[in-house]
C-alpha cells in the first residue's frame, strides 16, 4: 500500500509561483510513475504533468506546458511540480498520484492524495 500527501496549494496572485510537493511511503515509490492532475467543479479530473519511474521522461498538457515542470527525488520519496507564470485558469485542487506502470504517463493510476487547492487571483 502507498499513501500519497500533498503540500504546498494556496492563494497566489496571477503571473505568481508555487511549488506543490507529494510525499509517498511505501518502499515502491521508486518503480512507479507519477502523476498530478487538477479537477475543478466545472470540469472533469485532467492529468497535467506526469513523469516516468527514473524521471527521464516527462509529458504535460498543452495549457501548461513551459510554465509547469514536474520533478522527482526518489532518495526522498518525493515528487514536485513547479508552477511558474501561474494564471487564474489554473485554480483547481491539484491530486498527486501514483501509477504500478513505472513508464507509463497517460496510464491508469493506482494510487491518490487527498488533494491540495491552489487560487489563483486575477
Known amino acids: 500500500q502507498v499513501q500519497l500527501v500533498e503540500s504546498g496549494g494556496g492563494l497566489v496572485q496571477a503571473g505568481g509561483s508555487l511549488r506543490l510537493s507529494c510525499a509517498a511511503s511505501?518502499?515502491?515509490?521508486?518503480?512507479?510513475?507519477m502523476g498530478w492532475f487538477r479537477q475543478t467543479p466545472e470540469k472533469r479530473r485532467e492529468l497535467v504533468a506526469a513523469?516516468?519511474?527514473?524521471?527521464?521522461?516527462?509529458y504535460y498538457t498543452d495549457s501548461v506546458k513551459g510554465r509547469f515542470t514536474i520533478s522527482r527525488d526518489n532518495a526522498r520519496n518525493t515528487v514536485y511540480l513547479q508552477m511558474n507564470s501561474l494564471k487564474p485558469e489554473d485554480t483547481a485542487v491539484y491530486y498527486c498520484?501514483?501509477?504500478?506502470?513505472?513508464?507509463?504517463?497517460?496510464?491508469?493510476?493506482?494510487?491518490w492524495g487527498q488533494g491540495t487547492q491552489v487560487t489563483v487571483s486575477s
Open positions: 511505501g518502499r515502491t515509490f521508486s518503480n512507479f510513475g
Open positions: 498520484a501514483g501509477s504500478h506502470d513505472g513508464l507509463g504517463l497517460k496510464t491508469t493510476y493506482d494510487y
Open positions: 513523469i516516468n519511474y527514473k524521471g527521464s521522461t516527462t
